[in-house]
């Protein structure tokens, strides 16, 4: 029992993620509310239970942009998310009056004015461990905060300074991720098993956990 409830608190993020659109389904259904008016923009960052597409545009077989994904989504058009319609994160930012889609960072055809209502830089396949993005040549965490700091810079460009503060003080920022790091990697791979028992291997993810934080 101490075991199983250590492996799941470097899911707490997504666990809690996911409450967020369960409270939202049992109040009613899913529309704009104007109590949030106030968040600006969500930025979002972790694999491919939030990543809406940004794995079209990286070398990688981590792609979700091909039937049946996608089948039940507008014009049932696959976009690159892992899923037959709206990622969790669609559902949050239209629930809370942000926009009805979160885009992926990496889309060139991106304008300012959704850029300045946030994106998602999550990449299918990536985790808290270095080595899990590795293995299926997707975008890891430090990569996704390095395009975050490239996000800030294309918008001072456009609106100035003081505006792109203004925007992200008022942002949500959500982190999905660490699922992969124990399926595709630990479990699967014999790397990261001849170091770490999986206690250690735990503590280690979680420590890589607290620098994406920080």
């Given at each position: 029992m101490e075991s199983c409830h250590k492996f799941s608190f470097p899911l707490l993020t997504l666990l809690s993620l996911y409450v967020l659109f369960f409270v939202a389904h049992a109040e009613g259904s899913l529309t704009p509310r104007p109590f949030n008016n106030k968040i600006t923009a969500a930025f979002v960052f972790g694999d491919s239970t939030v990543d809406p597409g940004n794995n079209n545009y990286v070398k990688t077989l981590f792609r979700g942009n091909f039937p049946p994904?996608?089948?039940?989504?507008?014009d049932h058009v696959p976009t690159g998310r892992f899923t037959n319609g709206k990622l969790s994160t669609d559902l949050i930012v239209?629930?809370?009056?942000?926009?009805?889609?979160?885009?992926?960072?990496?889309?060139?055809?991106l304008s300012i004015e959704e850029l300045m209502t946030g994106v998602s830089f999550a990449s299918a396949g990536s985790g808290f461990d270095p080595l899990t993005p590795q293995i299926s040549?997707?975008?890891?965490?430090p990569k996704q905060l390095e395009y975050f700091k490239e996000y800030k810079n294309r918008l001072q460009s456009a609106i100035g300074n003081?505006?792109?503060?203004?925007?992200?003080?008022?942002?949500?920022?959500?982190?999905?991720c660490g699922t992969n790091d124990f399926?595709?990697?630990?479990?699967?791979?014999?790397?990261?098993?001849?170091?770490?028992t999986v206690s250690a291997y735990q503590q280690f993810v979680l420590q890589s956990f607290k620098q994406v934080l920080q």
């Open positions: 994904y996608g089948k039940d989504f507008r239209s629930y809370i009056g942000i926009k009805e889609y979160l885009p992926p960072y990496l889309d060139p055809n040549s997707v975008i890891s965490l003081r505006r792109t503060e203004a925007i992200i003080k008022e942002s949500v920022f959500l982190i999905s399926v595709v990697n630990y479990f699967t791979l014999p790397i990261r098993r001849k170091s770490y």
